[in-house]
């Protein structure tokens, strides 16, 4: 099928090159042309099946609410706009799109969140936590949309909000970790990336899953479906 990639980025990059290896046909469309969605056309868009978005939190709800005017099914990876997300619902339920959106793609992340929820039972037993990410120095939003996530869960199966110390530096790909601690003991998780390709490759599985779909979905629900 073909797949409209937005972002010119690493990562975007990644996923026109991971989906082409898995039989897609890849475009993609650099901000300069898509400022404000405007090379989200019907014409550019006419034989796209799933639009993949890895851009930033300025543009992303206009590329979203693009493709809700085309009618294409779009496969979110852009973090930072999640206080958004009753608004996009909304917007995904009136024109009858799927988006599927994730903090992250990585099948990894998503084996880690299960984890955290376990583990979050120690905050019920006199530990205390916290939360560190470390990403690339380019990366825009801190923290990180998959620190955001852990955190909320731990908060909602653990009854405490742990703080979340960002750092960016270097190349780093990602390193998502918690720390629980007691008198007694110290328990360390940690997920550490070794390279964009996980993201990518969940990205292209997730665009498979999503065509001919309509609703507003989480990864973290619909990962174990991938093939």
Known sequence: MVLLILGRGKTGALVAEVARQRGHEARVLGSAENRNAAGLTAEALRNVAVVIDFTTPQAVLDNIAGCARARKNIVVGTTGWYEQL?????????SGIGLLY??????????????????????????????????????????????????????????????????REGDTVGLHEIVLDSHNDTIRLAHDAKSRRGFAEGAVRAAEWLAGRSGFFDFREVWRELR
Request: aromatic share 6%.
């Open 102 to 167: 994730a903090s992250n793609f990585s099948v990894g992340v998503n084996v880690f969140f299960e984890i955290a929820r376990a583990a979050a039972g120690a905050l019920h037993h006199d530990y205390s936590g916290e939360i560190m990410e470390r990403h690339h120095a380019q990366k825009k939003d801190a923290p990180s949309g998959t620190a955001v996530i852990i955190q909320k869960i731990l908060r909602e199966a653990g009854g405490q909000e742990l703080e979340i110390v960002s750092l």
């Open 86 to 94: 009753s608004r996009i619902r909304e917007v995904v339920a009136e």
